[in-house]
């Protein structure tokens, strides 16, 4: 018989008989991976119940003799205690004996096993399960305790391979997942993860049982002290131990923990609440962040990002009045300029999605305390333009063009280092856009080879002023570069080749900073501020665009949607769609906050299909996957010209139409800077299929609104990036009309 992985092991020998090593020879036994299991343990009630119990076949009277002919020894005693019982057993110890031991610091054993066995020892593996718990001893012993957790395996070079191989195998035979790094690493991160929180639990009890009435603290702790304090109650020998050796580690994460508890004892002395809201704000982040990172650390999750697909049944008709989320360009920009700010700035209606919270992290770990989002509403303590910090890691920008592209303009101008990734779909995407005029400005900018992300700025060198024509029309490029400009010495001017997205010209003038506009070129010069200001976001018209097709397409819809923005370099997606028949209308227009907002009510028209003009395609940028299921239900033949720039988008956008729209049974065509489209006109429609997304939103979301033209249902792939740019999606999607249902899980389940 062998476990599944078809391990077994003939004799198991385990020395001490506590939770971590019974649980481990319980679970080998249960699954058939050993023959044979001895125990020893110094206390003779243990090996007796752990006898009884059926975790060992027998116990021995010294480690020695358990030891004896045994193939896989487990040493599972306190730190402390393994060097004494390594050298009672050494003796025993067969030739061809493989020892392990689950200590959960690895420094001193390694010493311990050169200290006993020499300084070139290949049969014992150093391991250690991340997985206690506050029980102990024999009773508390589970076959399962393993299962998806993760245990890290710590080789030295001269560790014998087959050694190795026989642990792994032992550990994942109990359902394990093994990560191997080296000693030194090991305790560094367990000194900071494990090691500290248990000494700061152990202390706050110890302090708060000294210096009150017993009865009151554990009368009266509330939920915050239970939680905070749970780890206290594990055993004091264990951790008295591991404290004494992981000394060096653990002082230094100590002293460090220290040094900004006292900052924050100074903030209080000072009644300084910007400080405090900084800790607690970046602290809240870090942890709502990481929270499933921090438990697939032990349990070790399958990897959810890709695995949210949507399957979307035939629907008739959209209706209803609605505002969908706030503007992401302006929701990144607010941020940012908010940040370099002084004074406070307050938004509303903040897009509270994957791409702008990236921006918003990205701000924290520079130091500027940001409070919020709650319900839209963000409070930035801006800190002036030269007052952010280095960061203490890469800045992670996840799958946002936006964020990379801006952000790289104005870190360019700090005195700092910084580094940006993204994700998979952001690391295929071109920076050389950026680093380019950077560059002629006189920075230094790193990319990786063919432009791609991650991308390494260097700090303090000065920028002077350029005049830039953009090689493409991109307002993130424009806006990179006067971004940069704030900083750079003497004027900075961008000249685009054709009207792009203008939220940066306006939002800097908002902030009180001078900007020229003269036709297509934009000035800047350095020197000045800006100054906090409150902001309102609009609901963002890229993400009414899936709507306005949705409702144009399906006969009988009727919708409005609120507090639109319609600032003139975004509405390419009504002029196009009013151009192809849509039947839209744009009511209670007005002005907010230096943006111009209204209410759009769209009613099913029959839409043709038209050569898109190519002025409308710099203005319709984001929209043109909802665009290209509009055109499929044209009458006649829609034409796209002058939209390479598709191509570099979240997944290359006419590519994914084209190959989504033919498993529709739309013999739409792909070319080099557009498509061709047939519309099947009136009495058509959609057939069902599978649509791969590509982790686009934009794809995901355009296919969705086919089902109000399909005959069968609609499966989309990878839908879990919808929550970069429209969270909520799904609920209002069907609150309007579609019948969608999310399969698989989404991120942050
Ligand atoms: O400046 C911005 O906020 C954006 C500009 C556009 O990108 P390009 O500048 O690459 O066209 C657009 O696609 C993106 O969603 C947002
Ligand atoms: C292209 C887009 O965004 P970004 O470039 O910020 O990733 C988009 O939202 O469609």
């Given at each position: 018989?062998?476990?599944?992985?078809?391990?077994?092991?003939?004799?198991?020998?385990?020395?001490?008989?506590?939770?971590?090593?019974?649980?481990?020879?319980?679970?080998?036994?249960?699954?058939?991976?050993?023959?044979?299991?001895?125990?020893?343990?110094?206390?003779?009630?243990?090996?007796?119940?752990?006898?009884?119990?059926?975790?060992?076949?027998?116990?021995?009277?010294?480690?020695?003799?358990?030891?004896?002919?045994?193939?896989?020894?487990?040493?599972?005693?306190?730190?402390?205690?393994?060097?004494?019982?390594?050298?009672?057993?050494?003796?025993?110890?067969?030739?061809?004996?493989?020892?392990?031991?689950?200590?959960?610091?690895?420094?001193?054993?390694?010493?311990?096993?050169?200290?006993?066995?020499?300084?070139?020892?290949?049969?014992?593996?150093?391991?250690?399960?991340?997985?206690?718990?506050?029980?102990?001893?024999?009773?508390?012993?589970?076959?399962?305790?393993?299962?998806?957790?993760?245990?890290?395996?710590?080789?030295?070079?001269?560790?014998?391979?087959?050694?190795?191989?026989?642990?792994?195998?032992?550990?994942?035979?109990?359902?394990?997942?093994?990560?191997?790094?080296?000693?030194?690493?090991?305790?560094?991160?367990?000194?900071?993860?494990?090691?500290?929180?248990?000494?700061?639990?152990?202390?706050?009890?110890d302090t708060l049982a000294n210096s009150h009435e017993n009865k009151e603290i554990f009368n009266y702790a509330a939920g915050g002290f239970r939680d905070f304090t749970r780890i206290a109650a594990s055993s004091p020998e264990m951790w008295r131990d591991i404290f004494t050796a992981n000394r060096d580690h653990l002082l230094a994460t100590l002293d460090l923990f220290n040094k900004d508890l006292q900052q924050l004892r100074e903030a209080i002395v000072e009644n300084d609440t910007t400080t405090l809201m900084g800790v607690l704000t970046r602290a809240k982040a870090a942890r709502d962040h990481f929270s499933n990172i921090l438990a697939r650390r032990a349990f070790v999750e399958p990897m959810k990002t890709s695995s949210l697909s949507y399957l979307v049944q035939p629907a008739q008709s959209l209706s209803g009045t609605f505002r969908v989320p706030g503007d992401k360009s302006i929701s990144h920009r607010s941020i940012m300029l908010g940040s370099l700010a002084n004074g406070?700035?307050?938004?509303?209606?903040?897009?509270?999605?994957?791409?702008?919270?990236?921006?918003?992290?990205?701000?924290?770990?520079?130091?500027?305390?940001?409070?919020?989002?709650?319900?839209?509403?963000?409070?930035?303590?801006?800190?002036?333009?030269?007052?952010?910090?280095?960061?203490?890691?890469?800045?992670?920008?996840?799958?946002?063009?936006?964020?990379?592209?801006?952000?790289?303009?104005?870190?360019?101008?700090?005195?700092?280092?910084?580094?940006?990734?993204?994700?998979?779909?952001?690391?295929?995407?071109?920076?050389?856009?950026?680093?380019?005029?950077?560059?002629?400005?006189?920075?230094?900018?790193?990319?990786?080879?063919?432009?791609?992300?991650?991308?390494?700025?260097?700090?303090?060198?000065?920028?002077?002023?350029?005049?830039?024509?953009?090689?493409?029309?991109?307002?993130?490029?424009?806006?990179?570069?006067?971004?940069?400009?704030?900083?750079?010495?003497?004027?900075?001017?961008?000249?685009?080749?054709?009207?792009?997205?203008?939220?940066?010209?306006?939002?800097?003038?908002?902030?009180?900073?001078?900007?020229?506009?003269?036709?297509?070129?934009?000035?800047?010069?350095?020197?000045?501020?800006?100054?906090?200001?409150?902001?309102?976001?609009?609901?963002?018209?890229?993400?009414?665009?899936?709507?306005?097709?949705?409702?144009?397409?399906?006969?009988?819809?009727?919708?409005?949607?609120?507090?639109?923005?319609?600032?003139?370099?975004?509405?390419?997606?009504?002029?196009?769609?009013?151009?192809?028949?849509?039947?839209?209308?744009?009511?209670?227009?007005?002005?907010?906050?230096?943006?111009?907002?209204?209410?759009?009510?769209?009613?099913?028209?029959?839409?043709?299909?038209?050569?898109?003009?190519?002025?409308?395609?710099?203005?319709?940028?984001?929209?043109?996957?909802?665009?290209?299921?509009?055109?499929?239900?044209?009458?006649?033949?829609?034409?796209?010209?002058?939209?390479?720039?598709?191509?570099?988008?979240?997944?290359?956008?006419?590519?994914?139409?084209?190959?989504?729209?033919?498993?529709?049974?739309?013999?739409?065509?792909?070319?080099?800077?557009?498509?061709?489209?047939?519309?099947?006109?009136?009495?058509?429609?959609?057939?069902?299929?599978?649509?791969?997304?590509?982790?686009?939103?934009?794809?995901?979301?355009?296919?969705?609104?086919?089902?109000?033209?399909?005959?069968?249902?609609?499966?989309?792939?990878?839908?879990?990036?919808?929550?970069?740019?429209?969270?909520?999606?799904?609920?209002?999607?069907?609150?309007?009309?579609?019948?969608?249902?999310?399969?698989?899980?989404?991120?942050?389940?």
């Open positions: 018989m062998t476990t599944e992985n078809g391990f077994f092991v003939n004799r198991v020998a385990v020395i001490g008989l506590g939770l971590i090593g019974c649980s481990w020879v319980k679970g080998l036994r249960v699954r058939g991976g050993v023959g044979e299991v001895i125990g020893f343990d110094r206390n003779l009630d243990s090996m007796e119940l752990a006898c009884q119990s059926g975790i060992i076949d027998r116990y021995a009277a010294s480690p020695a003799a358990a030891v004896e002919n045994a193939d896989l020894v487990i040493v599972s005693v306190p730190i402390l205690s393994i060097r004494p019982v390594l050298e009672a057993l050494a003796p025993a110890l067969s030739v061809h004996a493989v020892i392990t031991d689950v200590g959960s610091v690895k420094g001193s054993v390694s010493a311990d096993v050169k200290a006993v066995f020499g300084e070139t020892f290949g049969r014992f593996v150093l391991g250690h399960p991340i997985a206690g718990s506050e029980r102990s001893g024999v009773a508390a012993t589970d076959e399962h305790l393993y299962c998806r957790h993760k245990v890290i395996i710590t080789p030295e070079t001269y560790t014998d391979p087959q050694a190795l191989q026989l642990v792994t195998q032992a550990w994942l035979a109990v359902g394990a997942e093994v990560e191997s790094m080296t000693v030194n690493h090991h305790d560094e991160v367990l000194a900071a993860t494990s090691h500290l929180p248990h000494l700061l639990a152990y202390s706050l009890v406070v700035t307050e938004v509303t209606g903040f897009l509270e999605g994957e791409d702008s919270l990236a921006t918003l992290q990205a701000f924290r770990d520079m130091g500027v305390v940001i409070e919020g989002p709650h319900r839209g509403r963000v409070t930035i303590h801006g800190v002036g333009l030269q007052g952010l910090k280095a960061p203490a890691n890469a800045l992670y920008v996840g799958n946002s063009g936006t964020s990379i592209r801006l952000l790289s303009g104005l870190l360019a101008g700090q005195q700092f280092d910084v580094e940006m990734s993204g994700d998979e779909s952001l690391s295929k995407r071109p920076m050389g856009r950026v680093a380019d005029p950077l560059r002629l400005m006189g920075a230094i900018v790193d990319t990786e080879d063919g432009g791609r992300p991650p991308l390494k700025i260097k700090g303090g060198h000065a920028l002077k002023g350029i005049h830039y024509h953009l090689p493409m029309a991109s307002a993130q490029v424009k806006s990179c570069v006067l971004l940069a400009g704030l900083y750079a010495e003497g004027q900075t001017s961008v000249t685009e080749p054709a009207p792009t997205r203008d939220h940066t010209e306006r939002m800097l003038k908002g902030f009180g900073y001078d900007v020229q506009v003269n036709g297509s070129t934009v000035t800047i010069q350095s020197g000045g501020e800006l100054t906090a200001t409150s902001i309102d976001v609009p609901a963002d018209i890229s993400s009414t665009a899936f709507y306005m097709v949705g409702a144009s397409i399906a006969s009988g819809s009727d919708i409005t949607l609120q507090h639109v923005g319609i600032n003139p370099t975004r509405i390419g997606v009504i002029n196009i769609l009013r151009a192809m028949g849509g039947n839209i209308e744009v009511m209670n227009e007005r002005e907010v906050g230096g943006e111009p907002v209204a209410d759009i009510r769209v009613r099913s028209a029959q839409l043709k299909g038209i050569h898109i003009p190519e002025d409308q395609v710099p203005l319709a940028i984001d929209e043109f996957p909802a665009i290209f299921i509009a055109a499929a239900c044209a009458e006649g033949e829609t034409v796209l010209t002058g939209a390479e720039e598709l191509r570099v988008k979240e997944s290359d956008r006419i590519q994914s139409m084209v190959d989504g729209l033919n498993v529709l049974g739309v013999a739409a065509k792909g070319t080099q800077d557009g498509a061709i489209i047939p519309g099947f006109g009136a009495n058509g429609c959609f057939g069902g299929g599978v649509i791969e997304s590509h982790g686009d939103h934009r794809i995901a979301m355009s296919f969705s609104m086919a089902s109000l033209r399909a005959e069968a249902a609609i499966i989309i792939h990878d839908c879990a990036n919808v929550a970069t740019s429209f969270p909520g999606y799904v609920e209002l999607a069907n609150n309007a009309g579609l019948q969608l249902e999310e399969q698989g899980e989404a991120r942050g389940d």
